[in-house]
C-alpha cells in the first residue's frame, strides 16, 4: 500500500500526474497498474537509448561489480577510457566530466572566466540569448534567457547579456571589450525547439573569431545523436571553442561534459571539481552510450528513423491545422495553432503517450534515438486521438 501523503512529502517543484511508473524497456513505460505508455520524452532527452538498453544495464552492472567510486582525485578506467572516446569522436581536445548539464554550463561559464583572465585583459563577460535555458543553478538560470527566470533568487549571478536569438545583427553589437564569450544552443529546445539559422550559428562563429571571444555551444539536448549527428555543430560545419554535453550522454544517469578544444583548455589544478565528477559508474554507462552510437550505421538509422517521425507528424499536424514541425533529427517541436500543449500532452497521457509541452503552444517529441518505424506509427495513431480529444473536451483539465 502506498502512503497517500508520500507525494507531498516530496517539495512540489512540479506538478506530477498521478501514474507511479515502475518498468520501463526501449520505447516503452509501464506504471503500478501495468498500463503500458510509448514515452516519446524519454525523460526530457535523456534516455538516448530507450529505457534500459542492456548495453547499459550491463555496463552498470559489471562496474557496479568491480568498483563504484574511488574517487574524483584518482583516476578510474571509465573516466579516462571515455574522454579519449569523447575527445577523439568530437574533434576537442580536454573534457571535464560532471553530474549534470546545469553543472556542465556552470564549468563552461567558469573555464571562458578563466580564459579571460588569461588572454583577454579579465573580461568576463558572457553573451547569451533571450529565451535560452542553460539549466538551473544560479549562474546557469543568470545565464538564461527563459523569461519564468527573470524574477526569481534575485539577486543573480551578474556578466550575462541577453540578445534576441537569430538575430545576428544584435549579436555584434553585444560583443564587447568585457565579452569574453557568446554562449548559445545550436536548437533552443525550452523555447519550443527553435533551431538557429544556418547563417545565424556561421555568422556567430565567425563573429567570435574576428573578435577574439570564444563560442561556448550548450548541446546538453542537442549532443550524441540527438540531431542526427553526433553534435549539432556538425549540421552548421562550425567548431566551437567549449561544448557542454549532458542528457543523451549518460543514456538515463547523471553524466555531463565539458569538452574544449585549443587553448580554451586552461584549467589548472584546484580550479574545477566535485565529489562525483568522472566516477566510475557513471562513465562506465557514458563508454557504453557512446560506443553504440559511434556504430557503423547508427546515425543513419537515427536519420532514417527521424525523417519516418517527421513526415508522419507532418500528416498528421495538417490533418488538425498545426505546424510546421521545427528542429532537428530526433528533437521535434509541433506548433500548435489555437490548441493548448499541455491540454494534448494530458490527452495523450490519458491515451498512453509521453510527450512534453515546452511552451503553451507548442509539442515536443524526443524519442529514444533506437525507436523504431513502428513505435513511430503507433505513436502518431495515440497522438491523432489526443487531439481530436482535446477538440472535443477542451475544458475538462484547462
Ligand atoms: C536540460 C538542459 C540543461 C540542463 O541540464 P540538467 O542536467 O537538467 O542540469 C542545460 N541546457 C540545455 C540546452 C538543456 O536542454
Known amino acids: 500500500?502506498?502512503?497517500?501523503?508520500?507525494?507531498?512529502?516530496?517539495?512540489?517543484?512540479?506538478?506530477?500526474?498521478?501514474?507511479?511508473?515502475?518498468?520501463?524497456?526501449?520505447?516503452?513505460?509501464?506504471?503500478?497498474?501495468?498500463?503500458?505508455?510509448?514515452?516519446?520524452?524519454?525523460?526530457?532527452?535523456?534516455?538516448?537509448?530507450?529505457?534500459?538498453?542492456?548495453?547499459?544495464?550491463?555496463?552498470?552492472?559489471?562496474?557496479?561489480?568491480?568498483?563504484?567510486?574511488?574517487?574524483?582525485?584518482?583516476?578510474?578506467?571509465?573516466?579516462?577510457?571515455?574522454?579519449?572516446?569523447?575527445?577523439?569522436?568530437?574533434?576537442?581536445?580536454?573534457?571535464?566530466?560532471?553530474?549534470?548539464?546545469?553543472?556542465?554550463?556552470?564549468?563552461?561559464?567558469?573555464?571562458?572566466?578563466?580564459?579571460?583572465?588569461?588572454?583577454?585583459?579579465?573580461?568576463?563577460?558572457?553573451?547569451?540569448?533571450?529565451?535560452?535555458?542553460?539549466?538551473?543553478?544560479?549562474?546557469?538560470?543568470?545565464?538564461?534567457?527563459?523569461?519564468?527566470?527573470?524574477?526569481?533568487?534575485?539577486?543573480?549571478?551578474?556578466?550575462?547579456?541577453?540578445?534576441?536569438?537569430?538575430?545576428?545583427?544584435?549579436?555584434?553589437?553585444?560583443?564587447?571589450?568585457?565579452?569574453?564569450?557568446?554562449?548559445?544552443?545550436?536548437?533552443?529546445?525550452?523555447?519550443?525547439?527553435?533551431?538557429?539559422?544556418?547563417?545565424?550559428?556561421?555568422?556567430?562563429?565567425?563573429?567570435?573569431?574576428e573578435r577574439g571571444v570564444l563560442l561556448i555551444l550548450d548541446e546538453v539536448q542537442t549532443g550524441i545523436g540527438r540531431c542526427g549527428t553526433l553534435l549539432a555543430e556538425e549540421l552548421y560545419g562550425i567548431r566551437a571553442d567549449?561544448?557542454?554535453l549532458g542528457k543523451g550522454l549518460g543514456g538515463g544517469v547523471p553524466l555531463a561534459a565539458l569538452l574544449a578544444r585549443g587553448n580554451a583548455c586552461c584549467f589548472e589544478p584546484g580550479e574545477q571539481g566535485g565529489t562525483y565528477h568522472g566516477n566510475a559508474l557513471m562513465t562506465a554507462a557514458g563508454l557504453a552510450v557512446l560506443d553504440t552510437v559511434l556504430e557503423p550505421g547508427f546515425m543513419e538509422q537515427v536519420r532514417d528513423v527521424a525523417q519516418h517521425l517527421r513526415e508522419g507528424l507532418a500528416r498528421v499536424a495538417r490533418r488538425h491545422g498545426h505546424g510546421p514541425l521545427r528542429g532537428h533529427g530526433l528533437m521535434v517541436g509541433l506548433p500548435l495553432i489555437h490548441q493548448s500543449a499541455p491540454l494534448v500532452a494530458r490527452h495523450a497521457l490519458d491515451e498512453g503517450l509521453l510527450i512534453n509541452a515546452p511552451q503553451a503552444d507548442c509539442l515536443r517529441f524526443t524519442p529514444a534515438l533506437t525507436v523504431s518505424r513502428a513505435n513511430v506509427d503507433e505513436m502518431l495513431k495515440r497522438l491523432n486521438r489526443a487531439f481530436a480529444l482535446a477538440k472535443s473536451k477542451p475544458l475538462e483539465i484547462a
Request: proline letters at 5%; hydrophobic letters at 40%; one cysteine or more.
Open 242 to 244: 567549449i561544448i557542454t
Open 1 to 209: 500500500m502506498r502512503d497517500p501523503l508520500a507525494s507531498l512529502r516530496l517539495m512540489k517543484t512540479v506538478e506530477r500526474p498521478a501514474q507511479l511508473f515502475v518498468r520501463g524497456q526501449g520505447s516503452w513505460l509501464w506504471d503500478s497498474e501495468s498500463r503500458a505508455y510509448l514515452d516519446f520524452t524519454q525523460g526530457w532527452a535523456v534516455n538516448s537509448l530507450g529505457h534500459s538498453p542492456s548495453v547499459v544495464v550491463d555496463a552498470l552492472k559489471r562496474q557496479a561489480e568491480s568498483l563504484i567510486n574511488p574517487g574524483p582525485a584518482y583516476y578510474n578506467r571509465g573516466m579516462l577510457e571515455l574522454a579519449s572516446r569523447l575527445c577523439q569522436a568530437s574533434g576537442s581536445d580536454q573534457v571535464y566530466f560532471l553530474n549534470s548539464g546545469a553543472e556542465a554550463n556552470e564549468g563552461a561559464i567558469k573555464l571562458a572566466r578563466k580564459w579571460g583572465q588569461l588572454h583577454r585583459g579579465g573580461a568576463h563577460r558572457i553573451v547569451t540569448a533571450c529565451n535560452s535555458f542553460h539549466g538551473r543553478t544560479l549562474a546557469a538560470m543568470s545565464a538564461s534567457g527563459k523569461p519564468a527566470f527573470e524574477a526569481l533568487f534575485e539577486p543573480k549571478v551578474p556578466g550575462f547579456t541577453k540578445v534576441p536569438y537569430n538575430d545576428l545583427e544584435a549579436l555584434a553589437a553585444a560583443v564587447d571589450e568585457q565579452t569574453v564569450a557568446v554562449m548559445l544552443e545550436p536548437v533552443q529546445g525550452e523555447a519550443g525547439v527553435v533551431p538557429a539559422t544556418l547563417d545565424y550559428l556561421q555568422g556567430a562563429e565567425r563573429l567570435c573569431r
